[in-house]
């Protein structure tokens, strides 16, 4: 069955950085997009990048371009998020997400905070 598993997460301060992973398998990964969301307390997950089969394609939600970087290792089965210059207002959970099998991951916690 399909499985995402993310790790990276953490407790970091304003303008660190955290680099998410997530392990995808029981699909071929290698032929699908994926993409990342976040959820903050109390309000809706809402999207925060995409990127296709390669790493021609990528998109970002307008608050976090130029800080995040999503990529994909087709050998390793991975899609990271590399955050930059975090803010405050990054702290959410993010997951991961397969939208040919509309499958997510259990999502892990940034937190930034000083």
């Known amino acids: 069955q399909v499985q995402l598993v993310e790790s990276g997460g953490g407790l970091v301060q304003p303008g660190g950085s955290l680099r998410l992973s997530c392990v995808a398998s029981?699909?071929?990964?290698?032929?699908?997009?994926m993409r990342w969301y976040r959820q903050a307390p109390g309000t809706e997950r809402k999207w925060v990048a995409s990127i296709g089969i390669t790493d021609d394609y990528r998109m970002y939600e307008d608050s976090v371009k130029g800080r995040f970087t999503i990529s994909r290792d087709n050998a390793e089965n991975t899609v990271y998020l590399q955050m930059n210059t975090l803010k405050p207002e990054d702290t959410a959970v993010y997951y991961c997400?397969?939208?040919?099998?509309?499958?997510w991951g259990q999502g892990t916690q940034v937190t930034v905070s000083s």
């Open positions: 997400y397969v939208p040919r099998f509309s499958s």
């Open positions: 029981g699909f071929t990964f290698s032929s699908s997009a």
